[in-house]
């Protein structure tokens, strides 16, 4: 019989030996905190211990150096005792180290070189329920100088791209080499028409030219803007705010721009705070289903802990969850996302 997890105080458990790197990113994720420590384990060994005698953390952010001293299988072993663990890895990765960490159910693996804001933003978004792979990692090893082709073609790293719930595109030079499913489906474009059109083609006319000029900018050198808002035109001229986390890769010895976009309602560039809730009335945004099982417990008035009770999470993760709904929905807070997710229907389920 399985044991009853108690949380443990920080939600996240930095796992590998100690070392100045350890204590570094042990460091950075004590910023997701608003008091507590980050807890620590030396070995994977040493935290499925904790964990069967009862403890039972969000997250295992694991360095490669204790994730390689670890036997094969631990991670579908650490989840028949707490099913909803989220493990990331932490470290260095050649072809066949990302192909076996995805078959074994990783949910997040990031490069060694990330930088730390970036490495927030990351374990954000997985504690949010989503899976996450460095965009370096799509063209590691012996495919980071191949033909660009690469990316359309089978195998499972565009397999992996084409099943991302949010838009990805690959940029080089003033065209699209890549674009996964969801993406075209915004941009309205099939796969022959991907590769013709220009990058800033499908951007709205308020910051088209700023757009454009940073991306090609970037594939010269220039300092990269990693996180920032672009609003895409759609079918019929439709208006699709997005943010866009963006990083430098290179394919065939050419500099590259990888950018995944998250649609949000907040993101459109001239909208003031006034017209931001008609804007919102006439896109439907996307929440992930635990975000609308926790959206739908908020609405009814629960709070962060009841909420945490009831699903079985800790009360870290529904923070998280909670901001990043209130960001979708583009609220200021609890009541008002409230209001906005009855008059955009999401709570008609």
Known sequence: MQKQGRPIESAIVCVGPA???????????????????????????????????GEAPAMLLVLDSAAAEAADGWISALRVRLPRLLVAIYGSFDDLAVQTWLRHGVDALIERNTP????????????AGNRYISPGLFLVGSRRDAP???????????????????????????????????????LAVDDDEIGRIRFWDRIADSRRQEVRDLVLGWQRG????????????GASGKAIPTEWFSSIT?????????????PTPEGGEGRTGGDRSNSAAMQRPTLTLRQNDILALLANGASNKEIARRLELSEATVKLHVHRILRVL??????????????????DR
């Open 116 to 127: 730390a804001n970036s490495v927030l933003e990351t374990i954000a978004f997985v504690l």
């Open 148 to 186: 660009s082709g690469l990316l359309a073609s089978g195998g499972w790293r565009s397999f992996l791209l084409e099943d991302l719930p949010v838009p990805m595109l690959i940029i080089q030079g003033e065209r699209f080499v890549y674009a996964n499913a969801t993406a075209k489906t915004i």
């Open 222 to 233: 220039e300092p990269v803007q990693s996180r920032m808002p672009v609003t895409f035109t």
């Open 19 to 53: 070392s100045v790197e350890q204590e570094a990113i042990r460091g950075l994720l004590a910023q997701l905190r608003t008091e507590g420590e980050v807890e620590s384990a030396d070995t994977v060994a040493a935290i499925a211990a904790r964990i069967d005698a």
């Open 330 to 347: 583009g609220g200021k807070n609890r009541t008002e996302a409230a209001h906005l997710a009855r008059t955009l229907g999401l709570l």
């Open 250 to 262: 290179r394919i065939a010895g050419r500099a590259a721009v990888v950018a995944i976009c998250t």
